[in-house]
């Protein structure tokens, strides 16, 4: 499973970022995006999930930073 850090980002960026990089995959391929706690935490997974794509966790990791592991559909 791919890794997209995306902890340097701010929104709308954070959504976009990990867009394209689900545009890059294949169905059923998973990716775990490294994001910060706030906008993007609300944000990415509710974004991911409209746009038909399957949020499969979400895990605390360190001070602020959540991992969020995202299943193309």
Do not use: W, Y
């Not at 929104?11 to 545009?23: A, D, E, I, W």
């Not at 906008?39 to 997974?45: A, G, K, R, S, Y």
């Not at 509710?46 to 001070?63: F, M, N, P, W, Y």
């Amino acid at each position: 499973m791919e890794i997209l850090d995306i902890t340097k980002e701010h929104c709308p960026m954070t959504f976009v970022k990990t867009k394209l990089r689900l545009s890059k995959m294949k169905r059923g391929e998973r990716v775990e995006v490294l994001l910060l706690e706030g906008e993007p935490l609300d944000n990415v997974p509710k974004s991911v999930t409209e746009q038909g794509d399957k949020v499969i966790g979400i895990a605390h990791l360190k001070s602020g930073i959540h991992s969020v592991v995202i299943e193309k559909c």
